[in-house]
């Protein structure tokens, strides 16, 4: 259970108990009370400002607790602690394939270690799916053309259900799998096994085959921009905009190159529409990431839609 | 009381004026076109209520056996199409509404007769074409169509469905239009705005909605069927477009018509609890302006839907505070019709059973949307039977409540008979235990995990869903009671005075069934709404004097 969540779950789980009661018993008091009997009149009450605006304005204040309380577990929710372990994600009809920044693949199912931050980066080759733990009180739809980010960190081993929630087509309610999460020395004798070299590597080997070298060169002599140690920071753009160098801007410049082109280039470079799978996509994203280590600074703004809430405080599961 | 002796020798009245088909199907009379709309509409619920029966039964065991994963998908998508755009957006208005807006505001018919029956041809073209789309293969997009998979994945009948609603949303903008004119220009002599009935409030509310919002769909469906027909490429990321859009514009529509099918159920109760509390209204005003802060705010909720699309943490943000701020004015509702009660003098008839069960299940529905609006808890219980019982509440227990109290309520005026009252009383409970049966499960199995829209399902939820199809069987026999007693009052009832509830209201002053043109002579209003207090004084002084 995912404590944070279901805190403000009872929290409002009492609280509308306590008002349904209040309706009800006056609901139920007044209707017995004030039953109908020969000779006696209802008694005419206009209305009395005082309470229409108590009644307008303490539901108001409460309820802005409540989007408050709301809004910082979403925050939490929405939020990656930097040094998370990626796994990218993709949904077809009907299944999902998960790749570990390590290498391993799998499919509909998912091996994660206990206790530590997952951030899961996904995105759909076909239609909008939902990537959903209930256990773990997660949800993100998984929209083709563009990456979403979850995250979670499990705290006790076991299996736990995966969802697609967002209906996509014949086999939806087939579209399931589990989450298996391992004590640490399981699931590095898991991780041992399988795997082809990292997701990275992977991502050199395309780069190389599609020849992106040949522009985007490490030093700054190429025609395209230098890679190295761009991820992360913010990108001067030519039309004079400042946009952040996460995946989704990596996706889109390999898949729309002249949408966002880099101040000081020419729009020289073509689409990579159609010619490389989902799967190559974020392992070329993956690549471009691992050129720019962690500890660099401006890493910080790797995530990519929220600035950082404390790391731990989020999607844990008991 | 002098008015309930029935005069034996027959009335002229709408119904026995003109006989034959052709006098029906060229009326132009507001009370003839409610008529034709409350068959229609009648026919389209119980096709929509068998897709739901269906449902229930397949998921009465985890495996998918009863029909097949595709035969599933489109019953879901056809039993919210067909309840949405078929029954519950034109129900109240295009019936209660059209028969009582004249009556109320004291005219004789609602400001375009032609127009309204235009809107009722409309939407029977628009309803022929939605059979067509079922009967030849149907649609299994989800009744949201989201994109890309409507534009691009589904093999079954997208663009049938969405050129059938978009057709269908011109009935429902002409039916605003004409009410709008009718409550601005036609008013009786003395019925200023602070006297017209909180129905009529609640309806000019609604048809702001109708004609602002219904467009957006309207536009929206033609760019999905281009989007499938033609691949521009608006919605199809493969094709340049933007799946996200669809859904901001969809629900800039969609989200607003929750409240086209709660604001007039609202307006229906506001109307039965002081009848039957033999009082005015607590917070007349309050109460109207409700409605129409509804209708504005429930413009600025849109994306509250889609927490979990994709959508910037920012932007959730807004559209949650927003969606707070919607919950106020409704909230306001419920305590004023708590607070009417109070020092009343309550029946308990059929109108006002439905009417307490309205109050009691749009509350949970309501206190359950605090739920959904926190952004934290939705990220987990969206797209999960959470929801389903959550907006359930609202249109099935909220909006329907409200339609069968109203139906049960002007009865007597539409069709001049009583309809037998103890069953009346019996239907109400069943409807009121059988859908509690049904859905409040539901609420349940989705904070457990259990997602919408699934053929099949883990076994750990089953328990939950027996409880829940047992409830719709309940719930079935619910509704099939009304229309029973209905239709044999038609024949049989007592014949009905014409204000066998002694209430008050332009429409009760008129005989029952009222005549062609409502009125014999122009009503002038001297009196407020809801003037309980001299009606029931009268009449005591008038039972001394008989007695």
Redesign the interface.
């Known amino acids: 259970m995912?404590g944070?969540?279901d805190a403000?779950?009872i929290f409002?789980l009492i609280?509308?108990g306590m008002?349904?009661l209040l309706?009800?018993t006056?609901?139920v008091y007044?209707?017995a009370r004030?039953?109908?009997?020969k000779g006696?009149?209802?008694?005419?009450?206009?209305?009395?400002t005082p309470?229409?605006l108590t009644?307008?304005i303490i539901?108001?204040g409460v309820?802005?607790v409540?989007?408050a309380?709301?809004?910082?577990?979403?925050?939490?929710?929405?939020?990656p602690p930097r040094d998370a372990t990626e796994v990218y994600v993709v949904g077809k009809?009907w299944m999902w394939k998960l790749e570990h920044a390590e290498g391993q693949r799998e499919i509909n199912s998912l091996h994660v270690p206990v206790g530590r931050d997952v951030k899961l980066i996904l995105t759909s080759q076909?239609?909008?799916h939902?990537f959903?733990i209930?256990?773990f009180?997660?949800?993100?739809?998984v929209?083709?053309?563009?990456y979403?980010v979850a995250w979670f960190r499990a705290t006790k081993p076991g299996s736990y259900?995966l969802?697609?929630?967002?209906?996509?087509?014949?086999?939806?309610?087939?579209m399931i799998g589990t989450i298996e999460v391992m004590e640490p020395a399981q699931y590095e004798a898991w991780m041992s096994g399988g795997s082809t070299g990292p997701l990275s590597a992977s991502g050199e080997r395309i780069f190389a085959e599609l020849g992106c070298a040949t522009c985007h060169r490490s030093d700054s002599q190429g025609r395209g921009p230098n890679l190295q140690g761009m991820f992360g920071k913010p990108v001067q753009l030519e039309d004079g905009r400042i946009v952040t160098a996460d995946e989704n801007y990596l996706r889109e410049s390999i898949l729309?190159p002249g949408s966002k082109v880099v101040r000081g280039f020419k729009p020289v470079m073509p689409t990579f529409q159609g010619l490389v799978s989902e799967e190559q996509l974020n392992a070329l994203v993956a690549y471009v990431k691992s050129l720019s280590p962690p500890s660099a600074p401006g890493a910080k703004n790797a995530a990519m839609?929220?600035p950082q809430s404390g790391p731990g405080q989020g999607n844990q599961v008991q | 009381m002098a008015t309930a002796t029935v005069p034996a020798v027959e009335r002229e009245d709408y119904l026995n004026k003109e006989y034959g088909i052709a006098s029906w199907l060229l009326t132009t009379d507001h009370k003839r076109i409610a008529l034709l709309y409350l068959i229609s509409i009648t026919f389209f619920f119980f096709i929509g209520g068998f897709f739901a029966l269906l449902i229930r039964l397949e998921l009465l065991t985890p495996a998918?056996d009863l029909v097949q994963?595709?035969t599933y998908?489109k019953l879901f998508t056809m039993h919210g199409q067909v309840m949405v755009f078929f029954f519950l957006i034109p129900s109240i208005p295009a019936v209660l509404g059209n028969f009582l807006i004249p009556l109320m505001v004291g005219a004789k018919d609602l400001a375009f007769p032609r127009i309204n029956l235009l809107s009722w041809y409309i939407y029977i073209i628009a309803g022929i074409m939605m059979m067509h789309c079922m009967l030849t293969g149907g649609v299994?997009t989800?009744w949201t169509f989201?994109t890309?998979?409507s534009t691009?994945?589904?093999n079954t009948k997208v663009i049938e469905a969405g050129l059938a609603i978009f057709v269908a949303g011109f009935s429902s903008i002409l039916t605003g239009l004409n009410f709008v004119v009718t409550i601005h220009r036609m008013r009786a002599p003395g019925l200023t705005w602070s006297r017209l009935p909180l129905f009529v409030w609640a309806h000019y509310a609604t048809s702001i909605i109708q004609i602002l919002g219904t467009p957006v769909i309207a536009i929206t469906l033609v760019l999905v069927v281009a989007e499938r027909a033609l691949h521009l490429g608006i919605f199809d990321?493969?094709l340049?477009g933007?799946?996200?859009l669809f859904q901001h514009l969809f629900w800039f529509y969609s989200h607003p018509a929750v409240y086209i099918m709660i604001l007039p159920s609202m307006g229906v109760v506001t109307e039965i609890i002081p009848c039957f509390?033999?009082?005015?209204?607590?917070?007349?005003?309050?109460v109207a302006l409700s409605s129409i802060a509804i209708a504005v705010f429930g413009f600025l909720v849109w994306a509250h839907h889609m927490?979990?699309?994709?959508i910037?943490?920012y932007a959730?943000?807004v559209f949650?505070?927003l969606s707070?701020?919607v919950?106020?004015p409704s909230?306001?509702k419920?305590?004023?019709w708590?607070?009417t009660?109070?020092?009343?003098?309550?029946?308990?008839n059929a109108p006002m059973l439905y009417a307490?069960g309205f109050?009691?299940l749009f509350?949970?529905g309501g206190?359950?949307g605090?739920?959904l609006?926190?952004?934290?808890?939705?990220?987990?219980v969206?797209?999960?039977y959470f929801i389903i019982a959550h907006f359930h509440y609202i249109m099935v227990g909220g909006a329907l409540m409200g339609y069968l109290g109203g139906m049960h309520f002007w009865w007597p005026k539409i069709s001049g008979r009583l309809y037998p009252e103890g069953w009346a009383r019996l239907a109400a409970l069943i409807v009121f235990i059988g859908f509690n049966l049904t859905f409040f499960p539901q609420f349940i199995l989705g904070?457990?995990?259990m997602?919408?829209?699934?053929?099949?399902?883990?076994a750990q939820y089953q328990v939950l869903n027996v409880l829940s199809t047992a409830g719709a069987t309940v719930l079935a026999v619910g509704y099939l009671l009304p229309m029973m007693y209905f239709l044999w009052s038609m024949r049989y009832g007592k014949p009905a005075s014409d204000n066998p509830w002694r209430a008050a209201g332009l429409e009760w002053t008129v005989q029952s069934p009222p005549t062609t043109f409502n009125f014999p002579e122009q009503p002038v209003v001297t009196w407020e709404a809801y003037n309980?207090?001299e009606i029931?004084?009268n009449y005591?002084e008038e039972a001394q004097v008989v007695g």
């Open positions: 995912a944070n969540v403000l779950y409002l609280l509308s008002m349904t309706i009800f006056a609901l007044f209707a004030y039953r109908h009997r006696v009149l209802a008694e005419q009450i206009e209305g009395s309470l229409e009644w307008t539901p108001l309820f802005m409540i989007f309380w709301g809004a910082v577990v979403y925050f939490q929710q929405r939020t009809q076909d239609v909008i939902s959903s209930p256990e009180r997660i949800k993100q739809d929209v083709p053309g563009r979403t259900h969802f697609c929630t967002q209906y996509c087509g014949t086999e939806h309610s087939g729309d839609s929220a | 998918g994963a595709d998908n299994d989800g989201y890309p998979f691009a994945f589904s990321p493969k340049g933007d799946p996200l509390s033999r009082k005015r209204v607590f917070g007349y005003m309050f927490f979990v699309a994709g910037s943490v959730a943000l949650s505070i707070y701020a919950a106020v909230a306001v419920v305590f004023n708590t607070a009660l109070y020092k009343g003098s309550i029946y308990y307490f109050v009691g509350t949970v206190l359950t605090l739920f609006a926190a952004l934290g808890i939705d990220m987990h969206h797209d999960t904070y457990l995990g997602p919408r829209r699934y053929w099949q399902y883990p309980y207090d029931d004084k005591q």
